[in-house]
T-cell receptor, first 116, second 112 residues
Framework: GAGVSQSPSNKVTEKGKDVELRCDPI?????LYWYRQSLGQGLEFLIY????????KSGLPSDRFSAERTGGSVSTLTIQRTQQEDSAVYLC??????????????FGPGTRLTVL | GNSVTQMEGPVTLSEEAFLTINCTYT??????LFWYVQYPGEGLQLLLK?????DKGSNKGFEATYRKETTSFHLEKGSVQVSDSAVYFC???????????FGTGTSLTVIP
């Protein structure tokens, strides 16, 4: 596709369940970022992938959060044992490159997660 | 640490008014600075950027100048239009490029 896509667009789950959020970056983009946007808050950086390098996980809020990127393309963000405070919009962005000269990020439409 | 602080909204202006949205930052090293915009019902998109001190980013009539001495990157537009109604986010990327830090966003509504 022409842009970053994310699925599902909306996810409602019960407290304690696991959820998986998917991101398809723009083809050829080596850098991929996950963010969380909570109501009334700015974007909170979660994790960054650059090519085949080990990801920068420094923004993950707890060990219930994990992410992987298969084949340098699609990424999945997994939240285990969801809590109500995990409710937010999860945004994915990709860019041609990261590192010392980051290029412009292109954002997906986000996944709105609601934990009941 | 790294952080971005931008003026709280919401901001409501009449068409053709002058706009300033303040943004200040704290960063180690030499960050790049960005303004992103989120129009109603759409995803975030880059509005403008500046990668070094004294650079001026500009796009769609918006401007922002990277001021290292005041650690600021204020967004300005001389004459806003109704179509500028959106949420504006100031952001920085660290000089390692790995991480981006965003402000909380400022909602702008322009009324005819």
């Amino acid at each position: 596709g022409a842009g970053v896509s994310q699925s599902p667009s909306n996810k409602v789950t019960e407290k304690g369940k696991d959820v998986e959020l998917r991101c398809d970056p723009i083809s050829g983009h080596t850098a991929l970022y996950w963010y969380r946007q909570s109501l009334g808050q700015g974007l909170e950086f979660l994790i960054y992938f650059q090519g085949n390098s080990a990801p920068d996980k420094s923004g993950l809020p707890s060990d219930r959060f994990s992410a992987e990127r298969t084949g340098g393309s699609v990424s999945t963000l997994t939240i285990q044992r969801t809590q109500q405070e995990d409710s937010a919009v999860y945004l994915c962005a990709s860019s041609l490159r990261g590192g010392l000269s980051p290029s412009v990020q292109f954002f997906g439409p986000g996944t709105r997660l609601t934990v009941l | 640490g790294n952080s971005v602080t931008q003026m709280e909204g919401p901001v409501t202006l009449s068409e053709e008014a002058f706009l300033t949205i303040n943004c200040t930052y704290t960063a180690t090293g030499y960050p790049s600075l960005f303004w992103y915009v989120q129009y109603p019902g759409e995803g975030l998109q880059l509005l403008l950027k500046a990668t070094k001190a004294d650079d001026k980013g500009s796009n769609k009539g918006f401007e922002a100048t990277y001021r290292k001495e005041t650690t600021s990157f204020h967004l300005e537009k001389g004459s806003v239009q109704v179509s500028d109604s959106a949420v504006y986010f100031c952001a920085l990327s660290t000089d390692t490029g790995n991480q981006f830090y965003f402000g909380t966003g400022t909602s702008l509504t322009v009324i005819p």
